[in-house]
């Protein structure tokens, strides 16, 4: 069946630092790919997506592109802040349902 | 103000006590969906519903029950609750998208979290 895997946790950076999460998948056909993220006592919300290779889906600095040749989806962004701190999730779209990672929590101190 | 809504946020409960948790959206979407979230796991999905009386199983069913018969609302009913059901759960909802409704954004209700002693 399909699978997510990303990185554990906690990554800990300074603020400014360069992030990097890592995420690959496991799926047949062409799912199309997310970035959720959860900050403390909140749900989940969209941060980006992407529907097919070579994208790149891109919001509030983050990046990601969509790689089929490596099936992976990797999280970047250049300089993050303290209220980047949150829980990432990578996941993957059947037709139905959602599968996820297991989450990547990213501490960032001043 | 889009949203989902869930109801009750917490509830500790015992074992054997039938409970309910609300869903309800205000964005007229067809697929709604219930996720259980578990440190080390990650969120599995127990139950989605594409549309009105259309429901099915997620990866995670056992013990849970749902129904809707209405768009807006999606129950999760544990019928005899057992401390293995202790998490924390969310209800999502999304269009129906023509490539399928997990390929569009999903919006997430804000979670309850709930114990079963």
């Known amino acids: 069946g399909d699978s997510v895997t990303q990185m554990e946790g906690p990554v800990t950076l300074s603020e400014e630092a360069f992030l990097t999460i890592n995420c690959t998948y496991t799926?047949?056909?062409?799912?199309?790919l997310f970035w959720y993220v959860q900050y403390p006592g909140e749900g989940l919300q969209l941060l980006l997506k992407a529907t097919k290779a070579d994208d790149k889906g891109s919001n509030k600095g983050f990046e990601a592109t969509y790689r089929k040749e490596t099936t992976s989806f990797h999280l970047e962004k250049g300089s993050v802040q303290v209220s980047d701190s949150a829980v990432y999730f990578c996941a993957l779209s059947g037709y139905s349902t959602l599968t996820f990672g297991k989450g990547t929590m990213l501490l960032v101190s001043p | 103000e889009a949203q989902v809504t869930q109801n009750p946020r917490y509830l500790i409960t015992v074992t054997g006590k039938k409970l309910t948790v609300t869903c309800s959206q205000n964005m007229n979407h067809e697929y709604m969906s219930w996720y259980r979230q578990d440190p080390g796991l990650g969120l599995r999905q127990i139950y989605y519903?594409?549309?009105?009386?259309?429901?099915d199983k997620g990866d995670v069913p056992e013990g849970y029950k749902v129904s809707r018969k209405e768009k807006r609302n999606f129950p999760l009913i544990l019928e005899s609750p057992s401390p293995n059901q202790t998490s924390l759960y969310f209800c999502?909802?999304?269009?129906?998208?023509?490539?399928?409704?997990?390929?569009?954004?999903?919006?997430f209700g804000p979670g309850t979290r709930l114990t079963v002693l």
């Open positions: 799926a047949t056909g062409y799912p199309s």
């Open positions: 999502a909802s999304s269009l129906n998208g023509p490539e399928g409704p997990s390929t569009d954004t999903q919006y």
């Open positions: 519903s594409m549309n009105v009386e259309v429901t």
